[in-house]
């Protein structure tokens, strides 16, 4: 036997037992006579003592332990004198009377530490040690509770975890499929999913009635710090239920993963939000509303005062940072610098200082007088102490920008505390979004989302205008899920066929597995799914989805550490009857 | 609300209320102004009522109603005067007030009956609605169940769920993967994971100490009735565990399941049989223990009586018939039939006949006398009415037909039933097979397993006799599962991929990551699989895998549901800069 207990076990009601112990050193310090050994595992850490006095040879044996050596320790567990309140065994400690070292160790490239010296490159190559520090392990120990925790309370409610398959068929629109080529069906191809979505509606039509499953998911873009390659959805599927019962059931699985996993209690009912409100008051359809700062339109105050800037554009708005009007020229110009980053892309910042003895000083005083701004900085509800910050220009991107200045600010502002949750649901999403450039309608959701079924008449004077029966679930500003009520009516889905510029043989072409099944008494239903690693990330306070991974892929799709992919054999090329051609 | 109750819930304490039932028409009577509808759900079957004296329009609407329309409807929880025992809400039924057509359905391609009038090809392609039946639903609410409790029993074990990638590179040994063609680095490719066994190794190394994940696997074989190309794994490992830890830990598992699935206590510990034995007594590394009939050696005592069939092999064995001593010409020519098949291949088969009057015949009477004919079946404790069936030939060849030919006679005899479990484990499997063809030793199970240390010395002297610490977990003659111990040593490991005819050069280049991770202090560890779909298959006591999965592919690889594989799109080829060559 390996181990009577682990390194994270033995407390003070132990000692004077015999224990044995395994595990990898984590350090050793000789001091005169005596060497300490820290003992990790998993569950712990956990002090050695050896005595030169009481055995010479262990104590020798002791002081060539290298970092990282696998070691067994037979002794008995011992109240320590100073203790070390910082880890759950520091009341006691093993005087060691064996030791065998169960496998050496080369000098890791890096410290196994929580703060380790290692970059990210050389943590990703040695991933398998970078796993053995406690902040990454403990990433990975949170998302299999969540996953745990989210299975029991969907089991509980009658939901039937199905696998679907991963060898699918490619599917035209949407984001790039990865495909897999076919040894049988020579020339043919398999695709990877991107989401279960077709065969979770199928299931519904097979009358499953409650489905559920946490799936791989495949996406062929270019990544960036919260896309991988591979991805996993937590994927929902109900029937004969409406929006209501859909939002209530899944309200529910994030207050259960709350209360099991993190320990809180989340009492109150999600506020929710139409997207029409989310934009006007947020500039976002996901909005970090743990802090108001709310966006304030100023089109029509600021209009017809000779400022061209204001004048000649469609949208004007601002926010208000509270107790900011003491920040200095360097600081707005950073703000400025911000806005004005490509990615964001406005043209300048105008700022109103409302100081503290009740003036106003403003980058505009040459366009408004003291009253004009005392009149703007009333429509914020500003106090002296604040700072009132505007951008102009196209309303949805300026809206946007707004939304990046004020979760810039809030951050500064340290208003956006990992350790608060502000969840809400978005929902009333248009069914629609025009694009420009091809002159057409694209389904915001999907080709399957249902209508608002009032606003059914809006289908054929005013498209855009039509709201979906669409839902996202957002906390602290992150899109952790969403979905949609399906159409289960073949004459409705043709329609939105219609508008979205399908033709009958292009929609048969694309989904027509799905329509066949839907003339055989499909259900009304609908669904959602989030994305596990998002929901991990979040509970664990991380800035990015690769963190709460066990094996993540780097920005070129690569594993660095397996080093895939890889160049195959001329067999297995011929086998699939391809040949590589390179551009 | 689409519905108050299921269709499966209603039952006499409800008789007075009102109730909304949503779902699919299963059957609709008209008996003189009466009409009975049969509505179903996942939970069950309800019947209504519709009296034409009461309502003549609701009559009307409901015998215009089509098999699997879906319905919805309201009214009144009544007493039914002819009960239906059968289903368990048949003491009432439902007086409708209200019916509307949710969806209508076209005629179904068939009937959507436990014994339905559809065959293989037809409900393949219409899985939809195969899935709608009974049997088909309950097999996967099965899989569900076993999933969720496997899940629950590991969880309190301290087991964490790691999901490992699918994503992976190719590994050239083995069987033939899926490869996936990579747009970012252009002429590589990934693979798909035959099983996550590298990555749960590193996972050990990193200090997880106990892994598990129901994990979807790949291989890319030519296909039959146990094999899809796409299969679900238990897989499992742990850190600092002897074998015994791990056939605890894990027929620990087993029991649970049968317990909280099958409701089904299995109390006595799990017989082990060594690899050896299973070969010797059954024919097979999988024995169906369910009964006896075990293989009888023969060859000592059938040899030096001039019968040159049995004179000219090394291994004559037979097994004994209980009670077939009555079978007819016909019914012996049947199983030697069995026997000579090409799958088979005996060359022919031997009886003797222990009549009821203690008098033997058989098919040598030739070469032995009545008292040889007694002292063989003494060797089997033949009694009067027994059948001795006999095989010669090659040792392991004819061992193999002698476990087939057991297995048929046992399904004649109505010994293999599916309601009884039998488990068991296999150990003591040998470390190396010799192939003669490529005249060199391959691992039995892994280049990782560990030999049983106990026969190290046997390494340098008598490689194809050391044992390997491997065992398989068998049930009525299905190989559930299997696992190892593996090496943590890196001197042994390079001793093995010495024996196994790996340059260094060659083991780097396949295993380097895994041979680096090990050299950075491995514990030791060990671990097995579990095949889902198959223990999913036992369960419901199905003869095929096919069965349990929502979506399986056909023989050729392919779902004729989406009609996948299917051809790309140039574009999509040109991405990934590959061409088409079909031979």
Redesign the interface.
């Known amino acids: 036997?390996?181990?009577t207990h682990?390194c994270g076990e033995l407390r003070i009601t132990n000692v004077g037992q015999q224990t044995t112990l395994?595990g990898?050193v984590q350090r050793t310090r000789k001091m005169g006579g005596m060497t300490f050994v820290d003992i990790?595992?998993?569950?712990g850490i956990t002090q050695l003592v050896l005595n030169q006095d009481v055995n010479a040879e262990l104590f020798d044996l002791a002081n060539t332990l290298g970092r990282?050596?696998?070691i067994q320790v037979k002794g008995e567990v011992a109240l320590r004198s100073n203790k070390n309140s910082n880890i759950e065994t520091g009341d006691i400690e093993i005087l060691v009377s064996e030791l065998q070292v169960?496998?050496?160790?080369?000098t890791?490239p890096f410290t196994i530490e929580e703060n380790t010296d290692g970059g990210d490159d050389i943590r990703m190559k040695?991933?398998?040690?970078d796993?053995?520090r406690n902040n990454v392990?403990s990433n990975?120990?949170l998302?299999?509770q969540i996953?745990?925790e989210t299975?029991?309370y969907l089991?509980q409610l009658g939901f039937?975890?199905?696998?679907?398959?991963?060898?699918?068929?490619?599917t035209?629109e949407g984001a790039?499929?990865?495909?897999?080529?076919?040894?049988?069906?020579?020339?043919?191809?398999?695709?990877?999913p991107q989401s279960p979505q077709?065969?979770k509606q199928?299931?519904m039509?097979?009358?499953?009635?409650r489905y559920f499953q946490i799936a791989?998911c495949?996406r062929?873009e270019?990544l960036r710090a919260d896309r991988q390659?591979?991805f996993?959805q937590i994927d929902c599927e109900m029937s004969?239920?409406?929006q209501e019962d859909v939002l209530n059931t899944f309200e529910g699985m994030i207050k259960h993963l709350f209360k099991f996993v993190k320990n809180m209690d989340m009492t109150e009912a999600f506020p929710r939000m139409t997207w029409h409100d989310a934009m006007k008051h947020y500039g976002s359809d996901k909005p970090d509303i743990r802090f108001e700062m709310k966006l304030v339109e100023l089109k029509e105050i600021v209009s017809g005062h000779d400022f061209v800037v204001f004048d000649s554009v469609p949208y004007v708005g601002g926010i208000c940072a509270s107790g900011c009007a003491t920040y200095t020229r360097k600081q707005i110009d950073e703000l400025t610098d911000f806005v004005k980053r490509p990615q964001i892309g406005a043209k300048g910042l105008v700022y109103i200082r409302c100081e503290a003895d009740g003036t106003f000083k403003s980058s505009v005083d040459k366009f408004y007088t003291p009253d004009d701004l005392k009149n703007i900085a009333a429509l914020f509800n500003a106090q002296a102490g604040d700072l009132i910050l505007i951008l102009a220009g196209n309303k949805i991107k300026t809206q946007k920008a707004l939304c990046e200045l004020r979760l810039e600010v809030a951050s500064k502002l340290g208003l956006r505390d990992k350790n608060v949750y502000a969840p809400l649901w978005v929902i009333d999403f248009p069914l629609f979004e025009w694009d420009e450039d091809t002159q057409r309608f694209y389904a915001t959701h999907h080709p399957f989302t249902s209508p608002n079924l009032d606003d059914l008449p809006l289908l054929d004077t005013d498209p855009g205008q039509v709201r979906a029966t669409a839902y996202d679930m957002v906390i602290n500003g992150v899109e952790l899920g969403g979905g949609s009520i399906r159409i289960?009516?073949s004459a409705l889905q043709n329609r939105m066929f219609e508008l979205l510029g399908f033709t009958p043989e292009k929609a048969q072409a694309q989904f027509g597995?799905l329509m066949s099944?839907f003339?055989?008494?499909?259900?009304?239903h609908g669904g959602l799914a989030f994305g596990l690693d998002r929901l991990v990330s979040l509970f664990a306070g991380l800035d990015t989805i690769r963190d709460c991974?066990?094996?993540p892929?780097n920005n070129?799709?690569?594993?660095v550490?397996?080093?895939?992919?890889?160049?195959?054999?001329q067999v297995?090329l011929d086998?699939?009857?391809?040949?590589?051609?390179?551009?």
Chains 1, 2 share one sequence.
């Open positions: 036997m390996y181990r682990t395994s990898w990790r595992d998993r569950y990282e050596f696998v169960l496998n050496e160790s080369k890791p040695y991933r398998y040690l796993l053995r392990r990975l120990i998302r299999h996953a745990f299975r029991r089991d039937l975890e199905v696998e679907t398959p991963i060898l699918i068929g490619s035209p790039r499929d990865f495909v897999v080529p076919s040894r049988m069906n020579a020339g043919e191809f398999y695709a990877l077709l065969f199928l299931l039509v097979s009358g499953f009635d791989k495949f062929d270019d390659p591979e996993t004969f239920i409406e289960h009516d597995f099944a003339q055989y008494g499909a259900p009304p991974m066990a094996f892929k070129s799709g690569r594993d550490m397996i080093d895939a992919p890889s160049k195959i054999d297995q086998e699939l009857n391809l040949v590589i051609d390179l551009k």
